[in-house]
């Protein structure tokens, strides 16, 4: 269900784009995904095959790109990759809520012809 | 492939492409965030403090506002947001309070534009709290920001203790988290150590707050928190 609300978001944003560049149809957008952010790439995909029929980007290509999530830890300072939905500092143990990657959402750029 | 415009052909100065690339680098949520921080701005110039409720389906948040409504020392005002029916909006008029019903047909969260549009048929003037009942849903809600200063999400015991582990995004997006039906810890065998732990993990900053809205155990305290939170809430523009 959420990632129905994402591609017709994407898509919107996609459009007015794509318009404001005097395109007439999108041949591929790139996406960004950030792996903490619970959003799953394949019904991303699905959702896009689906959505897209009507639009400008009825025969554009999806292409998602993942971002890895980083945590920074306050009590020791480190920086962090975390695999997962959480994230822990190694070195501590303690789990922080300061994420500075993984969280993203993006729409990077599209081509349009 | 061109780096310079994407397409199957190389080099790029020996094509003559009618297609290129727009850098966009918007996030998905942008136009929502948007409209969120001039809700923010409404919300703040009124002096309402806002407090978002996000739950998974039945976890409570219709009764525990049913209970608040009744004790709490502030005029408030709700927006309910539900997918098909107007029936908490019912329960919720019975208390007195002023409730605004928001039918989101198929969408299972409400965005900042549906909750502009519903606190327009509100006399905001009148009232120190709004209330906003998300729609029962522990994913979306997490992504789409309202312009609320507070976002609490409620956890029943029923649910189990891992709930915070599964979702997580929701539950870091948090300001509190309120564990409901503590009345049920037995009944359940709700494993509380592990339950708090596991949010310790998953929302480090979160408050934690533990009631039941059939027993009335813990309202005071949920109650007299909000009311801090009220008086120390951000004003102005
Ligand atoms: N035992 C017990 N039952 C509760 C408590 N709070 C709510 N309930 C019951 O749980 C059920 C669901 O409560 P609601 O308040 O309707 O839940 P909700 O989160 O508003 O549900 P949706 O709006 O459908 O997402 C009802 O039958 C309530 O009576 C509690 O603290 N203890
Ligand atoms: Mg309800
Ligand atoms: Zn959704
Ligand atoms: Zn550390």
């Known amino acids: 269900m959420h990632e129905v609300g994402i591609v017709q978001s994407t898509l919107a944003m996609a459009e007015r784009h794509a318009r404001n560049a005097g395109g007439s149809a999108i041949s591929s957008l790139l996406l960004r995904v950030g792996d903490m952010t619970g959003v799953v790439p394949e019904a991303i995909e699905h959702a896009f095959d689906v959505l897209k029929i009507g639009t400008l980007a009825e025969n554009a290509s999806l292409v998602i790109e993942r971002v890895g999530g980083i945590g920074w830890c306050e009590g020791c300072s480190l920086e962090f990759s975390a695999d997962g939905w959480i994230a822990i500092c190694p070195r501590c143990a303690v789990p922080t809520g300061d994420l500075r990657s993984g969280l993203e959402l993006e729409l990077v750029s599209l081509e349009v012809s | ?237």
């Not at chain 2, 199957?8 to 996030?27: A, C, I, L």
């Not at chain 2, 005029?75 to 605004?100: F, P, Q």
């Not at chain 2, 965005?111 to 327009?120: E, K, N, T």
């Not at chain 2, 809600?141 to 891992?162: I, K, Q, Y």
């Open chain 2, 1 to 237: 492939m061109c780096i310079e415009c994407g397409c199957g052909q190389q080099p790029h100065e020996k094509h003559d492409h009618p297609h290129r690339v727009v850098s966009v680098h918007e996030s998905i949520f942008a136009d929502n965030d948007r409209r969120a921080e001039r809700n923010r701005g409404y919300f703040r110039a009124h002096g309402l403090f806002v407090v978002n409720l996000v739950s998974s389906p039945g976890a409570g948040k219709t009764a525990l506002l049913e209970k608040t409504l009744g004790l709490l020392p502030l005029r408030s005002g709700v927006v309910v947001g539900d997918l098909e029916t107007d029936l908490d909006a019912i329960r919720l008029r019975k208390t007195g309070t002023s409730v605004v019903q928001v039918a989101t047909g198929t969408l299972c969260h409400l965005d900042a534009a549906m909750v502009a549009r519903a606190v327009g048929t509100l006399n905001v003037k009148t009232l120190a709290v709004l209330f906003i009942e998300n729609v029962g849903n522990l994913v979306c809600p997490a992504a789409f920001d309202l312009g609320e200063d507070l976002r609490v999400t409620l956890l029943s015991v029923p649910e189990g203790e891992d709930k915070p582990l599964k979702y997580p995004p929701l539950f870091r997006s948090s300001n509190w988290v309120v564990v409901t039906k503590i009345d049920l810890e037995e009944a359940c065998g709700f494993d509380r150590e592990a339950c708090l732990g596991h949010l310790g993990r998953v929302a480090p900053k979160a408050r934690i707050l533990e009631l039941s809205s059939k027993t009335g155990a813990g309202m005071d305290q949920w109650c007299d928190e909000l009311v801090r939170a009220y008086e120390s809430r951000p004003k102005g523009l």
